[in-house]
């Protein structure tokens, strides 16, 4: 193994893991619209203020879209739900919307 293969090798196992957004749901019953309109605002809320953290890290550099580091752990939170929430949510439309390409 060459020196500066080994050097990144080290420099990646010592590297943090990456972050993670955390959403409060334990009290929510997705069956009722009121506590999915909830799940919404948090979900726009910890978007909002993790992305404003941690921005750097989430976003690529060539990406100049705005708004993409917050759709991308919105949809990452909604994925770690149980199948149940993701289909109850999808009940008042999409929860995270995507950009169109221009």
């Known amino acids: 193994m060459s020196l500066s293969a080994l050097l990144v090798s080290l420099a990646l196992s010592n590297a943090a893991p990456p972050p993670e957004m955390r ?3 334990a009290d929510l019953d997705f069956a009722r619209t ?3 309109a909830t799940f919404r605002n948090r ?3 910890a978007a909002g203020d993790f992305c404003d953290q941690h921005r750097a890290l989430i976003t690529p550099s060539h990406v100049r879209a705005g708004g993409w580091c917050e759709r991308t752990v919105s949809a990452e939170a909604v994925s770690r739900l149980p199948a149940d929430a993701r289909r109850e949510l999808r009940r ?3 929860v995270v919307r995507r950009q169109r390409p221009a």
Request: charge should be negative; proline fraction near 8%.
């Open 34 to 36: 009121e506590d999915r």
């Open 43 to 45: 979900l726009s809320d």
């Open 23 to 25: 959403v409060a749901v």
């Open 92 to 94: 008042d439309g999409p």
